[in-house]
Nanobody
């Protein structure tokens, strides 16, 4: 059973930065996509950013220019650098890995941005 563990969430003020990390508990073969979703209070889960095995990235419009997704040197790790954070970025952030048609999910890390 593969587990994804996120870290790096916390409470920050508007305008500050955070870096989220996600690591898989064991090697996953044939990763297609790695990425981050988020779910704010009373909202549906939404895609934040993703990165393919080939390195192509995709960002939601609401984070373009502020967030950067990257893969770690170690396989099965993915990061999300978040800058210029806004109160509306407050959410639980979930990492996911897609491999062979299977989606693996972390349990989430809470990011709270105060105004």
């Amino acid at each position: 059973q593969v587990q994804l563990v996120e870290s790096g969430g916390g409470l920050v003020q508007a305008g500050e930065s955070l870096r989220l990390s996600c690591a898989a508990s064991r090697s996953i073969l044939s990763i297609n996509v790695m990425g981050w979703y988020r779910q704010g209070p009373g909202k549906q889960r939404e895609l934040v950013a993703s990165i393919t095995n080939g390195g192509s990235t995709n960002y939601a419009d609401f984070v373009k220019g502020r967030f950067t997704i990257s893969r770690g040197n170690a396989k099965n790790t993915v990061y999300l650098r978040m800058t210029s954070l806004k109160p509306e970025d407050t959410a639980v952030y979930y990492c996911y890995i897609r491999s062979g048609g299977v989606n693996y999910w972390g349990k989430g890390t809470l990011v709270t941005v105060s105004s």
